[in-house]
Structure formats: structure tokens, C-alpha cells
Nanobody, 120 residues
Framework: DVQLQASGGGTVQAGGSLRLSCATS????????IGWFRQAPGKEREGVAC????????YYADSVKGRATIFSDYDENRVYLQMNSLKPEDTAVYYC?????????????WGKGTQVTVSS
């Protein structure tokens, strides 16, 4: 079975940092694009960051560029999202998803989310 499990969320003060982790299994990790998405109450889902493990290309949304770093652990089949200088507008449920073709595509598989709350 394909599984993606996001973890690492929590409540932090503005300016703080969090590292989110996406544990994956059940598919060929090195061949997939893994993305982080978020959805805040009343807002549409937003693609935050993505890495194509096949060639290492990385993409960031403008809203997090310069504050976020996405990277893969190819031994553990995990993808991490390091978020620094967090802002209240980063508050959302964060999800990781995998796609066999490209970043920010329809995404083949989704995991359950992890809540990030940034207090001002």
C-alpha cells in the first residue's frame, strides 16, 4: 500500500521555525515528485514546495521563497520541509503528496495533514 505520513507540525510563535517530515512507502521514491501543500480555513489549497527526486529539481511558492527549504532523504524515503521565519499567514494544515510525473501536478497520492499554527 502507498502511504505518505506528514508530521512535525505544531504551534510556534511568529519568527520561529518548524521542520515537517513526510514519510513515504509503497512506491519507488526516487522516481516521484514529492510536494508540500497547505490549506488554511476558508482558503484554497496552495502548493508550497516540491522536489522531483528523479532529477533534484526544486520549486517554491513565492509566499515561502527564501524561508523554506525542501530536501529528500533517499535512504529513509522521506521528504522534509524546513520552514523558518514563520508568519501567522503560514498557519494551515500541511499535506505531502506524490506524483509520478511532475511537481504540482494532479498528484497521485496524498497523505493526511499536519497542523501548523503560527501565533503573532
Amino acid at each position: 500500500d502507498v502511504q505518505l505520513q506528514a508530521s512535525g507540525g505544531g504551534t510556534v510563535q511568529a519568527g520561529g521555525s518548524l521542520r515537517l517530515s513526510c514519510a513515504t512507502s509503497g512506491f519507488t521514491f526516487n522516481n516521484y515528485a514529492i510536494g508540500w501543500f497547505r490549506q488554511a480555513p476558508g482558503k484554497e489549497r496552495e502548493g508550497v514546495a516540491c522536489i522531483t527526486n528523479r532529477d533534484g529539481r526544486i520549486y517554491y511558492a513565492d509566499s515561502v521563497k527564501g524561508r523554506a527549504t525542501i530536501f529528500s532523504d533517499y535512504d529513509e524515503n522521506r521528504v522534509y520541509l524546513q520552514m523558518n521565519s514563520l508568519k501567522p499567514e503560514d498557519t494551515a494544515v500541511y499535506y505531502c503528496a506524490a506524483d509520478s510525473l511532475m511537481c504540482f501536478h494532479t498528484m497521485d497520492y496524498w497523505g493526511k495533514g499536519t497542523q501548523v499554527t503560527v501565533s503573532s
